[in-house]
């Protein structure tokens, strides 16, 4: 397969901008250094009817294109069952049947670092399983063989992170994010992945998990965030931030897609203007603060 990147928006409403500067950041990564890009709709969990057509419609009103067929993690199942088949049939799976409250309130197991599993049902003997499974029915943990993992990231440099016996399949029987993107990743041929640096905490766990598997582990890019001006990540309630909502009020998608550019360095114009010089050690390393856009605001370099 040919090396690709990708953008993997969950289809629970409309891109904002955010989104839409991430979605620019990762064509700009994959087009750069010649690889394919890749549309995969992650919609086993949050799932709005008309969202994943107008994520769509949106990416391309801004110049983002993509190569092949979109692919939906609701078509790939009986991937993600064989990849936890493998890891059950080498030992390194376990049934748990912990509420969200019990483990918020169970102690931490000694050493464990802050925020892991603290184990619970790692080791619950036949009878303990026979009753449990009379109770309620069961998610699919990792059984993990290391607390910590470390990642290189283009933009973050070396990162570690916890890595804990994490969920690979929830108790209603859908599979978890952290299974399904490290195995659509290799099935797609994904060996790079730029997304939002808030998915720099999970990294870890999906590289080790990819290790066992025997997946390469892809090339990471975590950018900023764009955040509102409490710092907070950027949402729908903090106003006008998708197209639609900023077309309302007069602005165009020109006018977004260079507002955009302009927070990332970048000339305005078509993205093949901004590919012609697009150089990742040069892009800011703070969260970009979205104060809005007015209908007549142009991206003149220098000024705000």
Known sequence: MTPAGRFAPSPSGELHVGNLRTAILAWLFARSTGRDFLLRVEDLDRARAGAEAEQLRDLAA???TWDGAVVRQT??????????RRLTDAGLTYECFCT????????????APQGAYPGTCRNLGP???????????AAVRLR???TAY?????????FTGVVDDFVLRRNDGVTAYNLAVVVDDAAQGIDQVVRGDDLL???????????????PVPEYAHVPLVVNSDGARLAKRDGAVTLADLARGGVTVANVRDHILHSLGLPAGNLAEALAVFQPGTLPRGPWVWDGIGPSHTATPGLP
């Not at 078509?75 to 936890?84: F, L, N, P, T």
């Not at 969200?100 to 050493?111: L, T, V």
């Not at 470390?150 to 070396?158: R, S």
Request: glycine share 4%; hydrophobic share 35%; no cysteine.
């Open 127 to 137: 009878a303990e399983l026979d009753y449990k499974r009379s109770t309620r029915p």
């Open 100 to 111: 969200r409250r019990e483990i918020q309130e169970a102690p931490s197991a000694p050493h």
């Open 201 to 215: 905490p999970s990294t870890p766990r999906q590289a080790y998990l990819a290790s066992l598997l025997d997946i």
């Open 150 to 158: 470390t990642v290189q990231d283009v933009l973050q440099g070396e």
């Open 144 to 146: 993990s063989e290391v």
């Open 75 to 84: 078509d790939r199942g009986a991937v993600y069952d064989d990849a936890i």
């Open 62 to 64: 801004i110049g983002v």
